[in-house]
Antibody, heavy 120, light 107 residues
Framework: EVQLAESGGGLVQPGGSLRLPCAASGFTFSSYAMSWVRQAPGKGLEWVSSISASGGNTYYADSVKGRFTISRDNSKNTLFLQMKSLRVEDTARYYC?????????????WGQGTLVTVSS | DIQMTQSPSSLSASVGDRLTITCQASQDISHFLNWYQQKPGEAPKLLIDDASNLQTGVPSRFSGSGFGTDFTFTISSLHPEDFATYYCQQYDDLPYTFGQGTKLDVK
C-alpha cells in the first residue's frame, strides 16, 4: 500500500524558512515523479512543484520560484520541500503526491498534508 | 498559464440525483485533464485521467468526457459518500492548474 507522510509544518514568521520532508513507502520511490501541492485554508488546490524520478528535473510555480526548492533522497525514500523567504500567502496545507513514471501530470496518491502557517 | 473555470462552484443535490460539473480551459488542452474528489479533512483522490479514463476501483457511476476546451464530469446517481468537493486539473502544460472546485452538499 502506498503511504506518504508529510511532516515539518508549523508556525513561522514572515521571511522565515521551513523544510518539509515526505516519507514514502509501499512503492519503488526512485521510479516515480513526485510533487507538492498546497491548499490555503478554505481554498482550492495549487500545484507548487514537481521533481522527476531521478531528481534531475525540477519544476516550480511562479509563485514560489526562487524561494522554494524541491529535492529527493532516493536512498531514504524521502521527498523534501525547502521553503525560504516565506510570506503570509504561503500559509496552506502542503501535500506531497506520487506521480507517474515519467511526470507528475497525474497525482495518483497523496499524503494527509502538513500545515504551514506564516504569521507574525 | 492555462486557466481552468469550473461551474458551478457549489451545488446542492439529493441521493439518487444525476450531477454534471463542467470545466472549461482557457486554451486547447486536448484530453489532458484529471478529475479529483476531496472529502472534508481528507487528501484529494484521483478519479479520472485523460478526461475520461476511470481509475481502478472508482465506481462506474462516475464518468468524464470532453476534448479541447470543454469538459464534463458526471455522477449518474449520487450516493451518500459522493458529497465532497470536485476539482478538474489540466496537465497539457506547466504550471499544472486546477479549477476552483465544485462543492457538492446535501439538499
Amino acid at each position: 500500500e502506498v503511504q506518504l507522510a508529510e511532516s515539518g509544518g508549523g508556525l513561522v514568521q514572515p521571511g522565515g524558512s521551513l523544510r518539509l520532508p515526505c516519507a514514502a513507502s509501499g512503492f519503488t520511490f526512485s521510479s516515480y515523479a513526485m510533487s507538492w501541492v498546497r491548499q490555503a485554508p478554505g481554498k482550492g488546490l495549487e500545484w507548487v512543484s514537481s521533481i522527476s524520478a531521478s531528481g534531475g528535473n525540477t519544476y516550480y510555480a511562479d509563485s514560489v520560484k526562487g524561494r522554494f526548492t524541491i529535492s529527493r533522497d532516493n536512498s531514504k525514500n524521502t521527498l523534501f520541500l525547502q521553503m525560504k523567504s516565506l510570506r503570509v500567502e504561503d500559509t496552506a496545507r502542503y501535500y506531497c503526491a506520487k506521480g507517474g513514471f515519467y511526470d507528475s501530470s497525474r497525482l495518483y496518491n497523496w499524503g494527509q498534508g502538513t500545515l504551514v502557517t506564516v504569521s507574525s | 498559464d492555462i486557466q481552468m473555470t469550473q461551474s458551478p462552484s457549489s451545488l446542492s443535490a439529493s441521493v439518487g440525483d444525476r450531477l454534471t460539473i463542467t470545466c472549461q480551459a482557457s486554451q486547447d488542452i486536448s484530453h489532458f485533464l484529471n478529475w479529483y474528489q476531496q472529502k472534508p479533512g481528507e487528501a484529494p483522490k484521483l478519479l479520472i485521467d485523460d478526461a475520461s479514463n476511470l481509475q481502478t476501483g472508482v465506481p462506474s457511476r462516475f464518468s468524464g468526457s470532453g476534448f479541447g476546451t470543454d469538459f464534463t464530469f458526471t455522477i449518474s446517481s449520487l450516493h451518500p459518500e459522493d458529497f465532497a468537493t470536485y476539482y478538474c486539473q489540466q496537465y497539457d502544460d506547466l504550471p499544472y492548474t486546477f479549477g476552483q472546485g465544485t462543492k457538492l452538499d446535501v439538499k
